[in-house]
């Protein structure tokens, strides 16, 4: 049977940490690198850490799309093609779905997800594991959520979503264990080899 795996999209399948704290920068050009990793410590929308005007926020997602590239999602190109060949694939994110599409599409891996949903769709990251519940037929017990923030660790709790934490995006070991995910690693091939653990049972 073919296991769902559910992967957040900044700091895990694109490395956009530098990118966005720039653009985070355009508006708040005295935020610290602690505020900025603050700010991803809960759901960005429901009680955020750097605050945007509704303005100021459709600004930002204009600009991270216009920035956004496929150098940016080289590391994960062929990581997505492998896991894909075994499990169904979806990507749950805070960012915008215009930008994910088209820098995935870009890559030529697109295609590889059965639903990508960003934003638009929902600003909580708990209704969209719900929809991927209900409009796919997902498990979310067996299923798997591969992130990098603390924020979206206990997002995933709340649906009882087994969370693997990596580190080569945005928080740290030591921040992403306060969320006691299911497991922490560190590079692609930990992640794969997680994943292939986790779905061994």
């Known amino acids: 049977m073919q296991k769902d795996l559910i992967f957040d999209f900044d700091g895990v399948i694109a490395d956009t ?34 605050k945007f005007t509704p303005e100021n926020a459709d600004h930002l997602n204009d600009q991270y799309c216009q920035r956004i590239d496929v150098s940016q999602v080289l590391a994960s190109i062929d990581p997505i093609k492998r896991l894909s060949a075994h499990h169904r694939l979806f990507i749950v994110s805070s960012g915008d779905e215009r930008a994910i599409n088209q820098v995935l599409d870009a890559a030529g891996v697109g295609h590889h997800f059965a639903a990508i949903f960003g934003h638009n769709t929902h600003r909580s990251k708990v209704a969209k594991f719900g929809i991927i519940r209900d409009k796919f037929g997902a498990s979310l017990d067996q299923a798997l959520f591969v992130t990098d923030t603390l924020g979206d660790v206990r997002e995933a709790k709340k649906v009882g979503l087994t969370t693997l934490a990596e580190t080569f995006g945005y928080h740290d070991r030591q921040r992403l264990s306060q969320g006691s995910p299911w497991d922490i690693v560190d590079t692609w091939p930990d992640v794969e080899r997680a994943v292939e653990r986790c779905f061994s049972g």
């Open 17 to 50: 940490r530098d990118m966005l704290f720039n653009l985070f920068l355009d508006y708040h050009p005295t935020l610290s690198d602690e505020d900025f990793l603050a700010h991803f410590d809960g759901n960005v929308y429901e009680n955020p850490r750097v």
